[in-house]
């Protein structure tokens, strides 16, 4: 964490951004709608009737299924664990976005940032007049200090499993 507040907020902003703003509507209604009795849990029947209509091939075991997202084991899905499991099975795309966000950055695409590409991005982003280059960011750190923590032992380059 260190020094990387301004520009993780950015990366998560650029994230967020990028994701569909209805998938937790869409969730909240697929949980809604296996609810059907309207008590804020789903049961393992309640579980099985929805599978019948969003799994007709009967490809999903909901055994399986409720022992995963029933964390607390007390035979019922909360709305809490279902978001919580689905957002879990969402987080490959977690990934994706995050590389995007460093492709990004990375302009002359060799799959490491540089300091001038870091400096350059974030000058961008953060409105600096046309032209001119940010030293210090919004809360008070460094475009070279962000560089050093991200880069770690290397000073040269960021990689992506550094970036994450």
């Not at 998560?12 to 849990?41: P, V, W």
């Not at 799994?55 to 997202?69: C, N, R, S, T, V």
């Not at 909360?78 to 689905?86: G, K, P, Q």
């Not at 590409?117 to 460094?142: K, Q």
């Amino acid at each position: 964490q260190g020094r990387r507040g301004y520009f993780e907020q950015t990366i998560m902003a650029y994230c967020a951004a990028n994701m569909n703003i209805s998938d937790l509507h869409q969730l909240n209604e697929l949980f809604h709608t296996m609810d059907t009795k309207h008590d804020g849990r789903i049961d393992k029947e309640e579980l099985v009737e929805g599978l019948k209509r969003f799994d007709p091939k009967g490809e999903i075991d909901p055994q399986a299924l409720m022992w995963a997202m029933d964390t607390d084991r007390n035979e019922v899905i909360s709305y809490t664990e279902f978001i919580s499991a689905a957002t879990e099975l969402r987080s490959s795309l977690t990934d994706k976005m995050l590389y995007m966000a460093f492709d990004m950055i990375d302009l002359d695409k060799d799959g490491f940032l540089s300091m001038p590409e870091l400096r350059l991005v974030l000058s961008g982003i953060s409105g600096a007049a046309a032209g001119t280059l940010l030293d210090v960011l919004p809360d008070g750190v460094t475009v070279e200090e962000l560089f050093e923590e991200l880069a770690g032992g290397n000073q040269d380059r960021v990689s992506f499993e550094r970036f994450r």
